[in-house]
């Protein structure tokens, strides 16, 4: 009996692991709708590139101390970081070959300096340290590159909150960002690994706001795509009406909000506007005529 619950405990930790394996794949791969859009326009357009630097640290960290030679038993940890260090490398370098001069250079900057860090652990780690002080200080930094990359999706929230457009907001990555936050605190619980579970907690925690700033922002946008086409003031309209022998001037167009991001809302307030001045002109030579 005990050897059969030995063995549900070995299969629950493996099947754990192999299941936040799969949800970082799915991470690793959401971003390509967003890459091939930058591809194709040449333009990273007000995409971050901070999150995929600070995923590229945290996986070439973790690989580190997923190995045997700093930490036994949790291999499936290297295996997914090695995998998630070669897309968030391909990631970042698409980034810098389409971003403007300024941020290709502090992208450029960034890239260099995850590569000197994680060289300098790797070299403090080996020369400094016995295997047991190896792990400990491999898995703090690991925690401490966990958070980081967690908290890396703040900066996207603030752009969601401040455009209130969940445009660059990918929805799969906030998904898939929770569900291997939840599958590797599981595999960290059951092997009873303080390095593990701890950041990975505090990124269930963070992907559950994530999720619910999404939810709420999306219903938002929907709401606001069924309002009309054009809005406009009661004070503009009476400003228009009062102007009867002058044309309406296009710096009237702001009296008129199209609905953001349409070309066709744009062009339906412009025909609009056109409108207004021709019926001014009819209106000015009607006037004339009775006079």
């Not at 950041?199 to 269930?204: D, F």
Request: glycine share 4%; with cysteine.
């Amino acid at each position: 009996m005990v050897s059969s619950a030995a063995s549900f405990y070995g299969i629950g930790t493996y099947a754990a692991g192999i299941a936040g394996n799969l949800f970082a794949f799915v991470l690793f791969v959401s971003p390509i709708p967003t890459f091939k859009r930058i591809v194709r326009n040449k333009s990273i357009e007000q995409f971050s590139g901070l999150p995929y630097v600070y995923s590229l640290l945290n996986c070439l960290i973790c690989m580190w101390y997923g190995l045997p030679c700093v930490s036994y038993g949790v291999i499936l940890v290297a295996t997914v970081n090695s995998i998630g260090a070669a897309f968030q490398l391909v990631y970042v370098t698409l980034f810098i070959i389409y971003a403007d001069t300024t941020r290709r250079m502090k992208m450029s900057g960034l890239l260099i300096a995850v590569f000197c860090v994680f060289s300098l652990i790797i070299y403090v780690s080996l020369e400094l340290f016995d295997h047991q002080a190896r792990q400990t200080l491999v898995g703090y930094l690991s925690v401490a590159s966990l958070i980081s990359m967690f908290a890396s999706p703040l900066f996207i929230i603030h752009l969601v909150i401040q455009t209130r457009s969940v445009e660059f907001m990918p929805f799969y990555l906030s998904l898939a960002t929770f569900l291997m936050s939840v599958s590797f605190f599981a595999y960290g619980m059951l092997l009873h690994d303080f390095f593990i579970y701890i950041p990975n907690g505090i990124g269930t925690v963070l992907g559950v706001i994530q999720l619910l700033v999404y939810a709420y922002y999306s219903r938002k946008s929907r709401e606001e795509s069924r309002l009309p086409l054009l809005r406009f003031s009661t004070r503009a309209i009476l400003k228009a009406s009062s102007s009867l022998y002058a044309p309406l001037r296009w710096q009237s167009i702001t009296s008129f909000q199209p609905m953001p991001s349409s070309d066709y809302h744009i062009t339906c307030s412009m025909l609009f506007c056109i409108d207004i001045q021709e019926s001014h002109r009819r209106n000015r030579k009607h006037v004339r005529r009775i006079t």
